[in-house]
């Protein structure tokens, strides 16, 4: 890399949703779902994450900081005090804002992708910076009362895992894997 070029990171999102959108009801998420916790597991695995402080507060504490990745939170409220954030959350990095959890995410490792994991509001601000999203699909309609953004015509499927129908999970709940992309804007 010529030493001058500005360094870059893949901003990649990552969630599961109903076919309504939902991703979330009471801070939780609606479903109990293991083998997608699997497939978060292996996409993100060795990748920073960044995440809103309610998604981080979402993971039971012996689950969280997520293993072997860096966590990056992001929250206006947990202090900057690095003595103090590092009390209230032990283990992750705590950002004042998106685009430093971004920065944070290409100073940890020097690693070439970083995954935005929620919630709402966090997917909302990736937006317009993310060029990939890995979407787990449910076929349901969940009540609940946080919802994944729309993915509009600047997004195209270029995976669907089966490529028909839906796998049924252990416990009877239908789902299938998605990958988007942005199209390439041709027209400049
Ligand atoms: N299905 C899925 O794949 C999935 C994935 C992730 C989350 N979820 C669900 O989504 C829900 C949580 O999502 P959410 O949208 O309510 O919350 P969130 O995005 O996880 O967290 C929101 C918080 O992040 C902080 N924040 C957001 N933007 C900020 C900014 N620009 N600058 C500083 N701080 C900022 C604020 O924290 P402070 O209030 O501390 O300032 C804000 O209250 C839960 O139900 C969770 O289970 C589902």
Redesign the pocket.
Same mark, same amino acid.
């Given at each position: 890399m010529n030493p001058d070029d500005e360094p870059t990171i893949r901003v990649g999102m990552i969630?599961? &949703?109903g076919l309504n959108g939902v991703? *979330? !009801?009471d *801070? $939780?998420?609606p479903w109990h779902l293991p083998e997608d916790l699997r497939h978060f597991r292996e996409l993100t695995v060795n990748h920073p994450v960044v995440? *809103?402080? !309610? $998604?981080w507060e979402?993971f039971p504490e012996q689950f969280r900081p997520l293993p072997d990745r860096t966590n990056i939170v992001?929250?206006? %409220?947990?202090t900057m005090d690095d003595e103090i954030a590092t009390q209230q959350a032990p283990g992750a990095v705590v950002v004042?804002?998106?685009q430093s959890g971004l920065n944070a995410a290409l100073e940890s490792d020097g690693l070439d992708q970083v995954w935005v994991?929620?919630?709402?509001?966090?997917y909302e &601000?990736a937006l317009d910076v993310a060029t990939v999203v890995e979407r787990t699909l449910i076929n349901a309609e969940p009540e609940g009362d %946080?919802y994944a953004p729309e993915l509009d015509e600047s997004w195209q499927r270029t995976r669907v895992e089966p490529a028909e129908g839906w796998v049924r999970s252990r416990e009877g709940l239908e789902y299938r894997y998605e990958r988007w992309e942005r199209v390439e804007n041709n027209d400049d």
């Open positions: 969630w599961a &949703q991703i *979330g !009801r *801070g $939780t998420m995440m *809103g402080r !309610r $998604t979402s992001v929250s206006r %409220t947990l004042p804002d998106f994991i929620g919630g709402s509001s966090i &601000q %946080t």
